[in-house]
């Protein structure tokens, strides 16, 4: 076990839709990372927060939005559905600002019908 | 821009047999280097690291060394087990792990058999 908690584990929404995935680290960790894992572009950096502050993005959409709250755990959402958005997200802290090391929570996997 | 390229899978071995998984990269400067493992059903978890040329990771029996010549970070283990089976992905960070992301290869399935 990671520490790493995402929730819920499975989504299951149609096109057009909005959904919010959850993410709490590790005790003590002040990153959250927000990683999009599909069959044909592997995994694939969202976005960094660290101590609630944004601080890196990579390739998030502009229908994808996240934040961090003042007791550290982040929100992803996803709004306008479609079906290329169906993926495996996953979530990942860190102590620090840095990615020396992270740890991933079990992910949560969306499906768009 | 900065990419990994890992050889594809899956890739099935019997207990005891030598692992290679080769990873390559291209990327500006000197990136830090890593092996993260997944197994069914969970996230990802670090298996080793370099941060410089020449540097050796270790971790469980498997090892990686950082060549810069060759751009290359191969995931080596010398006896394999049954509970190794798992998707093995190698990654870089080309900011000093300032900007938090890591660029990930697309993962290889490991399967061994009894």
């Known amino acids: 076990d990671s520490g790493v908690t995402q929730t819920p584990k499975h989504l299951i929404t149609a096109t057009g839709q909005r959904v919010t995935l959850r993410c709490s680290p590790r005790s003590g960790d002040l990153s959250v990372y927000w990683y999009q894992q599909s069959l044909d572009q592997g995994l694939q950096f969202l976005i960094h927060?660290?101590?609630?502050?944004?601080?890196a993005k990579g390739n998030i959409l502009e229908r994808f939005s996240a934040q961090q709250f003042p007791d550290l755990h982040s929100e992803l959402n996803l709004s306008s559905l479609e079906l290329g958005d169906s993926a495996l997200y996953f979530c990942?802290?860190?102590?620090?600002?840095?990615?020396?090391?992270?740890?991933f929570g079990s992910g949560t996997q969306l499906s768009v019908l | 821009g900065d990419s990994v390229t890992q050889m594809e899978g899956p890739v099935t071995l019997s207990e005891e047999a030598f692992l290679t998984i080769n990873c390559t990269y291209t990327?500006?400067?000197?990136?830090?280097l890593f092996w993260y493992v997944q197994y069914p059903g969970e996230g990802l978890q670090l298996l080793l690291k370099?941060?410089?040329?020449?540097d050796k990771g270790s971790n469980k029996g498997f090892e990686a060394t950082y060549r810069k010549e060759t751009t290359s970070f191969h995931l080596e283990k010398g006896s394999v087990q049954v509970s190794d089976s798992a998707v093995y992905f190698c990654?870089?960070?080309?900011?000093?792990?300032?900007?938090?992301?890591?660029?990930f290869g697309k993962g290889t399935k490991l399967s061994v058999k009894p």
């Open positions: 990942a802290s860190s102590e620090g600002a840095t990615n020396e090391k992270l740890f």
């Open positions: 927060y660290y101590n609630g502050e944004e601080r």
């Open positions: 990654a870089l960070d080309n900011y000093g792990g300032s900007q938090g992301n890591l660029i």
């Open positions: 990327a500006t400067g000197y990136p830090s």
């Open positions: 370099a941060t410089k040329a020449d």
